[in-house]
């Protein structure tokens, strides 16, 4: 008895370390799918997981405890402490990482990202709050966001702790190089990933808001005197007021300079607060922002100013135009304005 006893343990301890061996070690530093997602120990085929024995089996708990998990992912804090918080029984977070395992019915909303990614508990309150907005990044049409939500951007994460465009978002054709590109390729009318954003407000002929900030034309020239000013266009400076902290007119402003990705209380997902400007000063940095109906000159305020200027409403002095123009900026400001049915050339 005592002989089978051992080799009952010795055989429990060579399945445990073969399990760990397949799963990565501790302390990487980084996380193992950071050059391709296939880096991780992929659960696809039967013979993947412990040879088998393990495939198909939805309890991952039974053989992978706490410890081993945290130990494992050690290369993102985070991510290592979410194991003392989510359930045992919470699987949707592996099969993200790890494949399928031959579990049937799996989905996009099997995979549970918000479990984790709207918990405080877990990611904290700066991270937690940007999925608790009453506007959502809502792609599926259901009015809120949602794990299937997540992975049309999010397919591929490294889940490292920092968004790097090159890993952290789901690729068309070729890898992203800036958040900006990550937005317009959807934000460009083609239905790409399944997903047809809305038209523009204020020239609701226009879906494609690549080219409105691209511009239009076989040439450049032509294309940066069709595009937004916040776009490809080069600006002429301001005659109302000034930049600012360091933006200036011969930029291409980043989409996340006025708006949240994930969710905002302001329409449109408009920025809450001037700290997505990074280039702004810390005075616009630290107001808040509040859309009210079609007033939008709490976000402007953030990057444009004039010492002479009235209260925005948020503490920040708003731009002064002369009486021949209207107050409210998106009267001549908007996405589309320069290729749109006005052709004005503003915004």
Not at 11 to 16: D, G, K, P, R
Not at 23 to 51: E, F, W, Y
Not at 81 to 104: K, M, P, R, W
Not at 178 to 192: Q, R, T, Y
């Amino acid at each position: 008895m005592k002989a089978y006893s051992r080799y009952i343990i010795a055989v429990f301890i060579l399945a445990s370390l073969a399990l760990l061996t397949a799963c990565g070690s501790s302390g990487d530093g980084d996380s193992p799918i950071r050059d391709m997602k296939g880096n991780a120990p992929q659960l696809t085929v039967p013979k993947n997981h412990n040879g088998g024995s393990a495939w198909g089996n939805d309890k991952c708990y039974l053989c992978h405890n706490i410890k081993k998990l945290k130990d494992i992912h050690a290369y993102n804090t985070k991510l290592a402490d979410s194991f003392d918080t989510v359930s045992e029984t919470d699987i949707g977070a592996c099969l993200y990482c790890h494949g399928t395992n031959g579990i049937q019915g799996i989905t996009a909303d099997t995979y549970q990202c918000l479990t984790c990614h709207k918990d405080e508990a877990v990611v904290g309150k700066d991270s937690a709050d940007m999925f608790h907005g009453a506007n959502v990044h809502d792609f599926n049409g259901d009015g809120e966001i949602g794990n299937s939500d997540c992975v049309v951007c999010h397919a591929w994460s490294d889940m490292n702790g920092t968004i790097d465009p090159t890993v952290d978002f789901t690729a068309g054709s070729s890898a992203y190089t800036d958040i900006n590109s990550v937005c317009l390729n959807c934000h460009d009318g083609n239905g790409a990933f399944g997903v047809m954003p809305p038209a523009l407000k204020f020239e609701t002929e226009v879906t494609n808001l690549f080219a409105t900030f691209k511009g239009l034309g076989s040439t450049e020239s032509e294309m940066k005197s069709t595009a937004d000013i916040h776009g490809a266009k080069v600006g002429i400076g301001q005659s109302f007021g000034v930049f600012r902290g360091t933006y200036s007119n011969n930029m291409e402003l980043p989409c996340l300079s006025c708006h949240q990705v994930h969710s905002s209380d302001n329409p449109y997902l408009i920025t809450e607060s001037g700290k997505t400007a990074a280039l702004a000063d810390s005075d616009a940095k630290n107001a808040a922002v509040k859309v009210t109906e079609n007033n939008f000159s709490e976000l402007c305020a953030v990057c444009h100013t004039n010492p002479a200027g009235a209260d925005a409403g948020n503490g920040l002095k708003e731009v002064v135009h002369t009486s021949t123009y209207s107050s409210n900026c998106t009267d001549c400001h908007y996405h589309g304005s320069g290729s749109g049915t006005d052709k004005n050339g503003l915004f």
